[in-house]
RNA sequence: CGGGCCGUAGCGCAGCUUGGUAGCGCGUCUGCCUUGGGCGCAGAAGGUCGCGAGUUCAAAUCUCGCCGGCCCGACCA
């Protein structure tokens, strides 16, 4: 790996110097320039917090909104709960602190003063607070504190409640939406009368983050429980989906856990029950956050910049006038002014890029590194023609094509009625396409591993990818896996989501007990 | 939190070894010219050299501390 003192570029490099690291040359540097050229966001004067500019914000309100509406089908409703936490809540249940004690912020003054020679401000000492708070790593207490005060009888549940809010770890190493300190995330937090109902939410919302991933995202993701050793602190059990990576890594992108009574215990919630009996509630948890950014990024994008699903573009398609005389702007002008209101009557989000003093090449790259699905190019030849270009921003490829092939594919020369009314099949047939794509690229990475030999062959000299293995081993195992291989077991996919062979009984490839099922093993993020 | 590297104009970097006027490319602004894949020419603006101490007549440059970033490790419901 090129050391970072290296200049990416020879001094007087020029326009090359805006150029996006390829992802052969160095994944983790392409990650930062696609977000750096596409304005996703920015990194704070904080350790470990960004900035998240209008254009990465725009794909977490598209997400939030499907997201959204998936929650309020499945009878949630939000809410909202403090950032702070007292410090005493979490002493409550001692399982569920040890996850992330370790990075807590901690508040604990609630004053400032100028400081003596006036050079600014400092704590003021005299203002310590009786008891410190925590700004909430997750809200499971303060949520659970609320929950106790509400629920009295059966007839209280069940309760289904998802909150929008900001959440910060004190992380030690950060990475821009993968893992910072402070995220935007959704959790939702349900108490049920019995256990039953709670394990059916658990899954019905893993199956939302299923659904939402592979029809909007479109991001294949293999969905299952979390081993013991994954789980989250105070759960039961834990479920994932687990994405897979343009460099063969896997991603968590959502999680949902079945909390049993840990959290009643804890909190002391109980209610009546039809019998009249007192009983603990059975309670469930699930989130996704900023996190499916990063994903959706690795998943996607190119060595061009950002490629984003039509159903998450924020403009799906942009409008490039050209033009050189002002009778030629105006008749242009009034033509793509007519594409765009058509366009709109189809329910699509169109833009005309107006911008002076740029040539039409320069704002197809613009709108290029920026991710957005389609271009349309009006000039005077198209107006006196009737017709434009449409061009996509990407096509599937064909082994032997080079990239003028590629450049002419993803060209077509239409009428403006027949684009128009072709557009919206074309933009479903790109969100299929970017599906397909990435579910290709994982079979492909994905294979039944037999044998330790074979494990080492496919992570140290092949590439790696997703080894569905089987598995029998101790946690001690685990570990020693994960320091050996720098691997771990994503989750234990549920059937019929693996490569051919990959249901059904076998052998552990470690220590040769018997397993019933095949385990997902990978890198991770 | 440990090891390595880095921080100089909006972006990418040179200058630091050997202390002495703040530089380059891209971008930005103005004008002209252009516009179907990153136009061209001319002129101009833009910097507390990450922050703070120290050494020195003099610090971007040397020393120390802190803050932030990248990579590797530990950690990561």
């Known amino acids: 790996m090129k050391p970072e003192t290296q200049p990416r570029v020879p001094p007087g490099g020029g326009a090359v110097s805006q150029k996006i690291t390829p992802r052969a040359a160095d994944y983790a540097r392409w990650y930062l ?69 370790k990075e807590c912020a901690v508040v604990t003054h609630h004053r400032l003063r100028a ?6 401000v400092e704590v003021d000492p005299e203002s310590k607070l009786e008891e410190p708070l925590i700004v909430r790593p997750t809200s499971e207490t303060i949520i659970w504190s609320a929950y106790k005060q ?32 402070e995220f935007l995330w959704q959790e939702g937090h349900t108490a049920h009368a019995t256990e039953k109902e709670a394990v059916e939410e658990t899954r019905r919302m893993l199956d939302v983050y299923r659904d939402f991933s592979e029809n909007v995202m479109a991001m294949p993701v293999i969905c299952g429980p979390k081993t013991p050793g994954e789980r989250f602190a105070g759960a039961v059990e834990s479920f994932s989906i687990e994405a897979m990576m343009q460099d063969r890594r896997a991603l968590q992108a959502g999680t949902s856990h079945y909390l049993g009574q840990n959290f009643a215990k804890a909190f002391d919630v109980q209610f009546l029950n039809a ?41 799906q398609v942009v409008v490039v006038p050209i033009f050189k005389t002002e009778a030629e702007k105006t008749l242009v002008l009034e033509a793509c002014e007519r594409t765009i209101r058509a366009l709109e009557a189809h329910n699509l989000e169109a833009h005309c890029d107006l911008r002076e003093g740029m040539t039409p090449g320069a704002k197809y790259y613009d709108w290029e590194v920026k991710g957005v699905p389609l271009r349309i190019e009006i000039g005077p030849r198209d107006v ?14 064909e082994p ?7 450049r002419a594919k993803k060209k077509q020369f239409l009428s403006r009625d027949e684009a ?49 293995t089987h598995w029998a081993g101790s946690r001690e195992d685990e570990e020693m896996m994960a320091k050996k291989y720098q691997t771990s077991i ?18 552990c490839i470690l220590t040769g007990k018997p397993s019933a099922r095949r385990v997902l093993m990978s890198e991770a993020y």
């Open 33 to 101: 320039d696609v977000i750096q050229h596409a304005q996703l966001a920015d990194h704070s004067a904080v350790r470990g917090c960004m900035v998240i500019r209008p254009n990465g914000y725009a794909i977490w309100e598209k997400m939030q909104r499907a997201l959204d509406a998936r929650f309020k089908a499945t009878g949630h409703r939000n809410a909202y709960f403090p950032v702070f936490i007292p410090v005493s809540f979490l002493s409550k249940e001692a399982q569920h602190v040890e996850g992330f004690a």
């Open 150 to 181: 509400w629920i009295q009888s059966y007839r209280d549940l069940p309760i289904l409640i998802n909150q929008w809010v900001n959440v910060v770890r004190w992380e030690m190493r950060t990475r821009l939406f993968l893992r910072t300190a």
């Open 275 to 315: 019998k009249g009996e007192r009983e603990h509630v059975y309670a469930a948890s699930w989130g996704v956050s900023t996190r499916l950014i990063g994903a959706l990024i690795m998943t996607h994008s190119d060595d061009l910049g950002l490629v984003l699903p039509p159903r998450l573009a924020d403009i």
């Open 384 to 397: 006196e023609s009737g017709k434009l270009v449409l061009v996509r921003r990407f096509v599937l490829e």
């Open 420 to 468: 128009v009314s072709k557009t919206p099949a074309i933009l479903d047939q790109m969100q299929q396409q970017l599906y397909q794509r990435a579910l290709a690229f994982r079979s492909k990475h994905s294979r039944t591993v037999d044998s330790l030999e074979e494990y080492e062959r496919f992570f140290k000299k092949e590439g790696g990818g997703f080894a569905w």
């Open 490 to 507: 994503r989750n234990v996919p549920f059937e019929r989501q693996g490569p051919p062979g990959s249901d059904g009984a076998g052998k």
């Open 400 to 406: 032997g094509d080079d990239e003028k092939a590629i």
């Open 115 to 120: 400081k003596g020679d006036k050079s600014g």
